[in-house]
Structure formats: C-alpha cells, structure tokens
C-alpha cells in the first residue's frame, strides 16, 4: 500500500500553524505527525 508524504521546512511555529490550518480546511486526514528534527546548524525540519 503506498500514501502520500508531506515533509516542510519551517522557519518559526506560525509557518505550522498556517499548513496545518491549509490540510484542515481542504479535509485532509493526519494519521502520523513526528516531532521536529533539529538540524546540526539548529535549524528545525
């Protein structure tokens, strides 16, 4: 079975607010979220 996988790069908590409010208003279904991964220049992914 394949899915769809949606990966950003954000600069800041806003920028996630405003992509999750984008996928709740076209009613896409959120089965796994993972936490942020830090890059080693401290930058979130």
Same mark, same amino acid.
């Given at each position: 079975? /394949? ?9 800041? /908590?806003?920028?996630? /607010? ?11 279904? @959120? ?5 942020? @991964? @830090? ?7």
């Amino acid at each position: 079975m /394949e899915s769809p996988i949606l990966a950003l790069e954000n600069s800041g /908590e806003r920028d996630v /607010e405003g992509v999750l409010m984008a996928l709740l208003e076209t009613e896409v279904n @959120i089965d796994y979220m993972y936490s942020f @991964i @830090i890059r080693s220049m401290g930058d979130r992914l």
